[in-house]
Every structure is written in structure tokens, then in C-alpha cells.
């Protein structure tokens, strides 16, 4: 968003003359702040303005959005404090009757039953009675919350409570290499660690264990009180960690074996940078680095074979030049003792090198590529003869270029160029990027590896609010192009109201058309049409006192409606036995952000009933039933899932019932499945029912390579499954049926050929032989073949349940789909095939023909409800086996991409919404995936920012705006919401040269996925975006909190600075020898900015949005810790940091 920067003394004097004419209270301390949102060359016609009053302590006492609901009405948030000074209660904003122009109200709570009713519009903390001020219960908004607190405890750990591993290290081959055993007290003396634990509202209660250190030792999850599930974290005599145990490794005997099946391990050099890792069941992988601590090659156990090595060379400023593979039988220790005095890096050259058809533009010092798999160009376009045309003007703004302006402005500085080539042959995927005069991305050009192109240019407000969008696309070079066209229209405070659609010169459709209340929630939005008043379909939404989307239309009532879907929390309403033949699962109320039913219902012929599944979970909140009830039959026992687990979530047990056949009172058993293990590996699925329904007849042994792939499945006739370096299957014969995919070097799938049948996917537009067949639009997708847009109602997963489509006067319902609660279809109902080319259903994903579902880094199984490939992220997630689907919760979490279960939590105690990779359960946190449709109303740096929606890739979006790497807003209701983190180079930087701190590289390449390289530390590295946003482009330089003290920290500060910085401006940086002492670094006119690509089921581009963000950084130390804890305020930050004073002094006198 743009501001406008005056002189303070000008500010002052604008603020007078404002208060002057609307009243601003004069006799009131505040804060007024108001953001242009539009400028029609004279004066804004649209600003978003916030008024903070301030009490005699400088303490916020009310806020006031001025004019912010959709009505033109003030909305209030009412600040109070205890007689102590302390916030123990957070009101939910109130919109008022009227506007005062930014006055103060002096009763803002008192209409607060227009819009909530005479619900609890507060949540209130409960402090201990000491001066520590430790929260010890969080009470929720919502009369139902009122006895269903969040409760922590502090304690120290008691007798036999936490076992003592200790580590023997010895240097073998120039790395750790530690002995793993048990203390010879077995166990932690009393009072020797932290004890901190927190119940949520459930009563689920998560004990987090901490060495004097601060280092985590144990995380137990509380089972049953005979019961635990623990993980421990075991660090060597360097205090690098060394070895993960999860739950089911625990009360073992420490065998090699033991080990090798279950365990995390790592190795470290003498520079504590990580060079050895193995994951439970996977082989050993290796890490090589150069003099300056960055990634430049590295090696899975499948390539180790082949003496093969992924290898990441950068340019002069460190950022990633070119990837590729080199071929070298040494060993890891080898190479790295060639290379550990040498800085490498390769320039911009005017021959360069070639490989694989291409010309490289940079030289080949060291380690000459046996071939290249993706070069990033910056600063300027190298002049290939296959170039497009350079655009002078995109949608009327003059397109930066590389030569100097008279201001000096220039694309030096961002990245302009990629080629990424696939895999399995040498085509080439060309990406360019046109910026504006403001450094803004506004265009991009995709030649695909077909030879055709996807261009995309956007037109920008005076906010970088996108307006409209031109996408022009060709399979082929020769082929006619295709030109779709975006229309945006927002409100006075840029809430999204209309999304328009035009395909070449045809009628323009009228995708959606947006409704909101008074805090800005969606209730309303009316979808197709060609026409405002005539649309398709009305969809109606509702939501609870915690903003939890609710209801999706009515199923209890559906009307004219096609689909109706209703979430009940903390409501039971069907059985709490539906299967009597398990009376000790029980269907009950949660109050934590689980489901505990659903209900639907939908207008096709074949289903007239209210259909419901509810479910029950254990303590860790894994699912283990899902009961089906038809309203007109509840006890039938129909489509059921029932699980058993071990320590790890690997399933151990599914049972699953077919539906009702005629004449029948009770649905029969299909399959009851006994999996076999060897550590989390699955080697056998038996099942006691021999029939062909659901899972088929096997016992077959399955099969696994060094990486832990699954390279067999006899029970379903797969006789081999033949994988890439980026463990993506490319070949899979089944019953003599051969299945080819060629994918891009950055993961992404471009052709998948099975028998006669050819599938071509282009940046969303997916062909079959050569005949293009659709492409996503933001509400379905458009039908090439039938000339229809076809819509998708969707539910809080983004399960495809209903498709449809305009016929003659009325709709046409095209296709129904429900889904066993771990994704496989319903079989006996449904009977309508759909589109045979549209095979995006659960969770939005593709059907393969071998019936798994492809989520782009793995495929998933449906029907045994687990992957075949090891996760690439499961360090960020090491109490979980890697093989398990959404942390066995599948009505909780989504795995976006099959790398890892990623959702959105709120924090208990300030109720701030935030985005957290792959955890099941977050200590202090209640989960909010289920309400990922949740629209409300916000501020983002003081500018009105109105519908937010909770995306899966931990982006939201507000006013046609995305928000990631970290950005924040806050909205009416008192809740900040935050992205999930980018690169914050303040904090980055903070860490250099800190005790137990290792930089290095990660693999690059284009395309932001992290899974490119399979040494990606989940848990503790960050990719490096350059510029953050373009096209994905990542320089993956990493920081992690293992290791020693980092050498040679000057070598990387200015790259890190042209890394972040991608705008013209100056920099100026001095690093101080002593880490206690701040480093300097400053900006002047400098940001980043990016390409927003919204997209589709299926992966098209449905529209384009461009964020600036602005960089600050100043006076860091190296020695600065990030001790903040998110989940209080400023003021208890301060009390916390003398907590733990206070806490280190009890424990060093115990």
C-alpha cells in the first residue's frame, strides 16, 4: 500500500485542520492515521483512516476504524486494564450506528447485540497471584467457552519422570559422529528442567520439557494417565543435536537397527555446519560446502549409487546462478577437503558454457556440470535469439529496463530471467518478468517447453491493488491464441465485490459477486452469470462468536440451493453411538477447533436425505471413526472409518463399510486392514474381509528403494514405481499398463502419457492429446469442449463436492462426490460421472489411474490412508511418522503440496492468528483450518484492509492483495493475522555469529518449492527469496540453530544485502567485530516487490496481484536473541524476560 510522507511539521498542522473539521476529540491523547487507497491525479477518492486514543499512561484505550464497515459505520475496539495495569480481557470490535468522524466514543460497547447477539464478546486471561503474572487459564470469546479454558501449568520435572540420554563423539572422516546411550542414572535427577504444560479446551494435555539451556529435551503428549507419548531431543557434547527419538523409538533397546528405522541422526564439521543426516528409514544423506558456508552439493542415498550430486552455483553476490548435476565417486569428505579453502562463484560471461542444448551466460570454475537443470539471470536480459519481444509499455505503464533512467532507476538488482529444464529430457521452460516504473512486477512471460507461451500482464492501482488482468496462452507457437481477461471491483475499503471473466471475444461472465456484514465477513456471494441479478447460484455463509466459518447454505433447507454444508464445533445433534458395534467411540462436542459433525445434503435426484458423518478423536486428536448417518436410517452403519494407531500415527487397523444395500438393515464390512510394519515403512496390508471393495485382496510384500519410496504395490497390480531425484515417480507399470510423467527440475508436472492418452499441463491449461480440454478459473473451471463455465461447490477442505453449470434457463448439476473421512469416493451413490477430463476432487487434487492422488511432491493413497514417499519436510515434524496423511486428522488439516500438514492456529492468549508448518498440535494454540473461508475486517500499517481469506499456502489474501513472507494485518475484531514467515533479514542477521548458530546454502533453482532440496532442514533453515516474490526464484542461503560459531561472517553480509534489496537505491553496511556491538545497515528508496499469481484447481493462473513491501533494518546486533514469544503482549514481554530471571535463579539454587 502507498503512503504519503509528509514533513512532521505539515503533519501536525494537517492533523489540527482535521480535527477542526470532523471533531476529532480534542481534550483526547491520539494517534490518527490515514492511507490513501486511490489517487486520480489531483486528490484520493479513497482512504481507510484509524483514530487510537491514548489514556494519561500512554496506555491505548479505544480504537476507532473510521467509516470501515460496509455500511460507512465506525468500528470500535474497547481497550481496558486491571487494577494492576494488565489487558486481562480483549474485546471483539464493535461496528457502531453511525460515524463520528473519528470522535471518541465514551460507551462503544453498548450496541454490541446488533452484532453479536448476547454473546460473550471477550476473552480474559487468569494470572497467577505472584509477580511472575503467568497466565494460567485463557478464556475464549463465546458464552460456550465460558467453562472450556485453555489451562497452563509451571513446574520443574519430578522423580523418574524424563530419561537421560547422553552422546560419546568422536571425528570420523572430519565430522561428529556421536554414540547414542543411556545416562547411568537412566533418568533426570528432580528439579533439573523446566516443566511447562498446557490443556486445551478438550482437556488434551502437551508437556514441554527444557535443559537449563533453553534446549527442548522432551515434548510428551499425554495419552491416558497410564500412557504417554514422548519424543526426546538428544544434543552432543557441542550442543548440536544429534539425534531425534520419536514415540515409538522410546523404551526400546539402542540397537543400530533401532536407529536406522526410527531415529533422526545427524554429523556435523569442525564449522558445526550440518554434512551428514539420515531420516528414519531412509538412507544416509551428504552435504558439501564452500569457504563461504554455502550449500554446493548434495547427495541422497539413491544418488549416492549412481555417484551422482545435485549441485547449486551462485554468481559474485551469492545469489544462485545456475543448477545442475555432477558426477564424482568420491567421497563427501573428499570434496569438501578440495574445495574448503576456495570461495566459488560464477559470473555473468558473454559465451558461457553449454549444456543440454542451452547456453549458460556464466563461467564454470569449479565443479563442471555434467548437466544443468535451471539458471537464474539478474540486473539484466541476456540477448538469446528466442527472446520475446520486449514489451515498452504493459497495460499502459512504460516497462523498466536494464539501462539506466535519468533517475537512475533500472531492473539492477532483480531478477529478470529463469530456465528450468525438465527432468527426464533436455526441453526447457523460458520465465521473464517485466517490472514498472515503481520496480513493480507487472508482466510475466512463460515459454513452455512445447514451444507455446503463457503471458501475463496486470493492471495496478494506485495501492498495487490489482484492477485487471490479461493471461494470453498457446500450447504451441503456431497454435491460436487464447486470451482471457480479469476484471476486479472493490469497495471504498478495497473488499473484493466483483470478479469478472472474459474468454477471448466472448459474453463476460460474472464470477462472483461478494456480500459482507458488518465486520466484514462474506455472507453472502452470488456465483455465474452473465448478468448482476441473474445469477447461477446464491451461497450464503455463517460463522460463529470465534469468526469459525459454519454453515455453507442451508442443508436443512436448501431451496433453490444445490449444495448445502453445515460444521457443528461444540454441537452433537446425531448419535453419540452411531455404531453400536464400537460403544466406546463417541461422538461428542469440541471446543478445541475440531469437527465433531457435519451435515450436507444436495438437490440431485439420487440424495434427498440430510446426510451427517461425525467423529471422534483420541488425546492427540488423531481421528479414529468417522460415522456416517443418513437421516432417514442414522443406526446403519454405513460408509464408516475406524482406526487404530501406533506410537508413531502409522495406522495399525482400518475398518470401512460399504453403503446400504437393498433389503439390508446394516451396511456390510469391506475392509478390515492389518498393516504391517518395519519401523514406519509399510510392508504388508492384510485384510480379513475378501472381497474386492475398498482396498483389494494382497498380503503382498511391498517394496521400497534407499529413499524410502514405495517402488511396489502388488496388491493393486503395481509391479514397479521408478522415481526422479526429487523422489516424484516418473515411470509406474500397473497390470501392464505403463504410466510416463516428465516434470520440470523444479518439481512441476508438465506431460503424463498412459497408453494412447497424452496430458499436457500448461500453467493450468490442460490438454489431452494436444485438444485443449479446460483451465481453472477461481470458482471451477471453463469447459472448452461443451463453451461452459463450470462451477465447484467446495467444502472447508476444498474437496470438490458438486459441479455445475448454466443449461439453457436454469443449472445443470454435472457431478456429486463425498468422501470417506480419509479421502476415497462413496461408492453406490454419486451417479454422476462429471467431466472425464476434470479429475480435481479431494482436496482439489488430480485422480491418477492408479487411484492415488498426485499433491505434487508425493502421491497420496486414499484408500490405506497413508503416502508412499517419505515426507521431505519430516523434521519439522519428527513425533509423526513420515509417512502419515494430515497428522491422521484428514477433517482438521490439508497437506497443500503432500510435504507436510500446514494450517493457521490462534494464539490462546492474544487471540492473533498465525501460520505454523506442520504441527498437528501447537502448545497455546487452537487450530483454525476448518474456518480457512473466514473473511473479516482489518488494519494493515494503519490502512483499512477489508475481506481476509486464510489460504493453504499460508498466504491470505485481503481486497485482491496477497500477504506472505510474513506480512501481518489486523483486523476489526482485535486479531492480527500473520503469513507464514518469509526471509526477515533483521532477524536473520541478529543471529550471526551467535553461539550454536551455522550458515550455509541451500540448493536453488526456480520454482518455491522447498522440496527441491531433499536436505532442506524443515525445522530449522529459511529459504532466501530474491526479492522475495519473483517467480520464485530462491537464492535458499540458510541459517540454523545447530552448530558453532559461524567463520568468515563478512564473506555473506553485503549478498545478503543484494538479496533483499531489489530495487534501485543505495545500501551502506559495516559489520562490527564484536558480536555484542550492532551491525550497520542501511536503505535508502529501496523495496521488494513481486508477483502475486492466484491460481486455480489444477494449478492456472485465475489472477494476478502485485505486493510492495517496504525494507527497514538498522542497529543489529549479532548477538541479539529473538526472544520474543508471540503469544503475549509488549508489556508481557518485558514480565517475561524477568520470569525467567527469576525461574534460572530458582533452578541454579535447586
Known sequence: MKKLIIPIGALLLSNITYAQLFTISSNENYIQSKTYLDYNGTSATKSSETVQYFDGLGRPKQVVNVKASPLGRDVVTHIEYDPFGRQVKDYLPVPQLSTSNGNYYSGPLGVYPNTYGNEKIYSEKVLESSPLDRVLEQKQVGNDWNGKSVKFSYDTNGLNEVYQFTTSTSWVDGATKSVLSLSPATVYAPNQLYKNSVKDEDGNETIEFKNGRGQIVLVRKVMSPAENVDTYYVYNEYDQLAFVIPPLAVHKPITDDLLNTLCYQYHYDGRGRLVEKKLPGKGWEFMVYDKADRLMLTQDANMKGSGKWLM???????????????????????????????????????????????????????????????????????????????????????????????????????????????????????????????????????????????????????????????????????????????????????????????????????????????????????????????????????????????????????????????????????????????????????????????????????????????????????????????????????????????????????????????????????????????GNRLTKVSDAYLNSLGYPVGGNEIGYDDNGNMTTQLDKGISSIQYNYLNLPRKITQNSKVMDYIYRADGVKVKKVFGTETTDYLDGFQYTNSILKFFPTAEGYFNVETGKYVYNYTDHLGNTRLSYAKNGAGTEIIEESNYYPFGLKHEGYNVLTGNPSYKYKYNGKELQETGMYDYGARFYMPDIGRWGVIDPLAEKMTRHSPYNYAFNNPIMFIDPDGREGKDWYQNNLTQNIEWHDGSAELDGYTNLTAINNTRVLGVENGQTVQEFNLNSDGSFTAGGQTFNNGESATTLIGTTITSKPGFDLGKWLSHLGNEGGDFYSNLGGSGPREDTNPFFRGDIDKMVDVGGYFGGIHNGLSRGDQGISLMNTMVDVMSLIDLAVSAAGSTKSSSNAVAAEPDTLSYHGSQAVGLNIYRGSGGGITGVGVKTQDIHLSGLSRSQRDSVSSRVSADEIKRNNQKDSVLRRIMKSR
Do not use: C
Open 312 to 678: 547449486t552455483k551462485y554468481d559474485e553476490f551469492g545469489r544462485v546462478a545456475y543448477t545442475g548435476i555432477f558426477s564424482s565417486n568420491d567421497s563427501r569428505a573428499t570434496i569438501q577437503d578440495q574445495i574448503k579453502d576456495l570461495v566459488i562463484y560464477d559470473a555473468r560471461h558473454s559465451t558461457g558454457i553449454v549444456r543440454n542444448g542451452m547456453n549458460i551466460y556464466y563461467t564454470a570454475v569449479y565443479f563442471i556440470p555434467e548437466s544443468i537443470l535451471s539458471v537464474n539471470y539478474y540486473d539484466s536480459y541476456p540477448a538469446y535469439s528466442f527472446n520475446p519481444a520486449f514489451p515498452s509499455t504493459i497495460q499502459g505503464e512504460p516497462v523498466l529496463t536494464e539501462t539506466p533512467a535519468a533517475d537512475g532507476r533500472s531492473t539492477k538488482g532483480l531478477p529478470v530471467m529463469s530456465f528450468v529444464k525438465n527432468i527426464e529430457d533436455d526441453n526447457w521452460t523460458r520465465n521473464y518478468t517485466y517490472y514498472d516504473q515503481k520496480g513493480r512486477a507487472i508482466g510475466s512471460h512463460s515459454v513452455n517447453h512445447l514451444g507455446g507461451y503463457t503471458r501475463t500482464e496486470s493492471k495496478l492501482d494506485f495501492a498495487g491493488i490489482t484492477k485487471q488482468t490479461v493471461t494470453r496462452h498457446k500450447r504451441l507457437s503456431t497454435d491460436t491464441e487464447r486470451v482471457i481477461t480479469e476484471t476486479f471491483d472493490y469497495d471504498s475499503q478495497n473488499r473484493l465485490v466483483t470478479h469478472k471473466h472474459k474468454i477471448d471475444n466472448n459474453a463476460e461472465e460474472i464470477l462472483a459477486q461478494n456480500t459482507y456484514n458488518e465486520i466484514s465477513q462474506v455472507t453472502n456471494k452470488k456465483v455465474g452469470g452473465v448478468t448482476a441479478s441473474s445469477p447461477l447460484q446464491q451461497i450464503d455463509y455463517k460463522y460463529n462468536i470465534r469468526g469459525w466459518l459454519t454453515q455453507i447454505n442451508d442443508p436443512a433447507n436448501l431451496g433453490n440451493d444445490l449444495f448445502g454444508y453445515k460444521i457443528k464445533y461444540n454441537e452433537v445433534q446425531g448419535l453419540e453411538v452411531p455404531n453400536t458395534n464400537y460403544p466406546n467411540h463417541k461422538v461428542k462436542p469440541k471446543y478445541n477447533g475440531n469437527i465433531a459433525e457435519v451435515d450436507w445434503k444436495t438437490s440431485t435426484g439420487a440424495n434427498d436425505n440430510v446426510r451427517r458423518y461425525g467423529y471422534v478423536y483420541d488425546p492427540l486428536n488423531r481421528l479414529t471413526a468417522g460415522f456416517y448417518q443418513k437421516d432417514t436410517n442414522p443406526s446403519g452403519k454405513e460408509y464408516n472409518e475406524l482406526f487404530a494407531y501406533d506410537l508413531n500415527g502409522n495406522i495399525l487397523n482400518l475398518v470401512r463399510t460399504q453403503g446400504l444395500l437393498p433389503g439390508s438393515t446394516e451396511a456390510m464390512v469391506i475392509d478390515n486392514l492389518i498393516y504391517s510394519y518395519t
